[in-house]
C-alpha cells in the first residue's frame, strides 16, 4: 500500500532488492519507483492515433520522455486478443508492456541499440515471445526452457575467428540467433538472409568466446564463434 493505494512489488530476480512498484488500472499503468512515493505513467493504452504521451522512464524520470503515436491495433497473443500501440521504434502491447522492456525508453539510444523484451511469462504461463525472424510472428519461450526436448546439430559458422560479422548455411526459416558469453550473458543477434546463406554482424560484442544458439522449427543448432572485437 503507497498512499492508500494497492500495488504489486517488483524486486530483482537475482537478488530480492526492491526496485518499485505499479498498479495496473483500466488502460493505463502506474509506477513508484524506489525510495519515491510519487506515481508516474508508464503506458496509457486508451491513447489514440496522434496523440501525445509524456511517460516515465527509468534512467531519466518522468516527462523526459514524449512520444506521439502513430497507429494502434489488436493482437492476438498467446489466443488473448491485446491492443496495440504503435510508437516512434517500439510498440506497447497492453497487458505485457514495451517490446523493448518494461521500464526502457522506447526509442534508440546513440548507438543505435536498444533493448528487446524476448519472452515473458507468469508462472508457468507464456503470455508473448518474440521471434527475430523476418516473419515478425511470435514464437514461444521455449527457445530458452525445454530444450533437452529438442533435436541437437552443430552448424559450420565461418570466418571463426570472427572480426566484424560470421555466416552460416541452413534451409529453411529459423526463429533466432543467440549469442552466450562465458559469464552466460545472451545476446538476441539481428541477422540477414539471402537464400540459404544468413549473415550475423557481431559489431560491438566484446571480444571472447561464445556459444552460438539456433532455433529452427524443432531443431537446436548449436556452435562455439570467437569475436575479435575488430
Request: charged share 15%.
Amino acid at each position: 500500500m503507497i498512499n492508500t493505494l494497492s500495488y504489486t512489488r517488483m524486486e530483482n530476480c537475482l537478488t530480492g532488492d526492491y526496485l518499485g512498484a505499479f498498479r495496473d488500472t483500466v488502460g493505463k499503468v502506474f509506477y513508484v519507483p524506489k525510495d519515491s512515493l510519487s506515481e508516474s505513467l508508464i503506458y496509457d493504452f486508451s491513447l489514440q492515433t496522434g496523440d501525445t504521451v509524456n511517460y516515465y522512464h527509468e534512467d531519466f524520470g518522468f516527462g523526459a520522455n514524449q512520444a506521439v503515436i502513430q497507429g494502434t491495433d489488436t493482437w492476438l497473443v498467446n489466443g488473448v486478443n491485446r491492443r496495440v500501440l504503435c510508437l516512434d521504434a517500439s510498440t506497447w502491447i497492453e497487458g505485457i508492456g514495451c517490446d523493448r522492456g518494461f521500464l526502457v525508453s522506447h526509442s534508440y539510444n546513440v548507438s543505435n541499440y536498444s533493448p528487446l523484451l524476448y519472452c515473458m511469462s507468469v508462472n508457468d504461463t507464456i503470455h508473448y515471445g518474440y521471434s527475430a525472424s523476418s516473419s515478425g510472428s511470435n514464437v514461444s519461450c521455449d527457445f530458452f526452457i525445454g530444450l533437452n526436448e529438442l533435436e541437437k546439430q552443430s552448424v559450420e559458422v565461418f570466418p571463426n575467428p570472427v572480426n566484424y560479422e560470421f555466416y552460416f548455411n541452413l534451409s529453411g526459416q529459423i526463429d533466432a540467433v543467440v549469442l552466450t558469453s562465458l559469464d552466460g550473458k545472451s545476446f538476441v543477434m539481428e541477422y540477414s538472409r539471402n537464400d540459404s546463406e544468413y549473415t550475423v554482424n557481431v559489431q560491438g560484442l566484446a571480444a571472447g568466446t561464445y556459444t552460438l544458439t539456433i532455433r529452427s522449427e524443432e531443431i537446436l543448432y548449436n556452435s562455439q564463434v570467437i569475436v575479435n572485437g575488430g
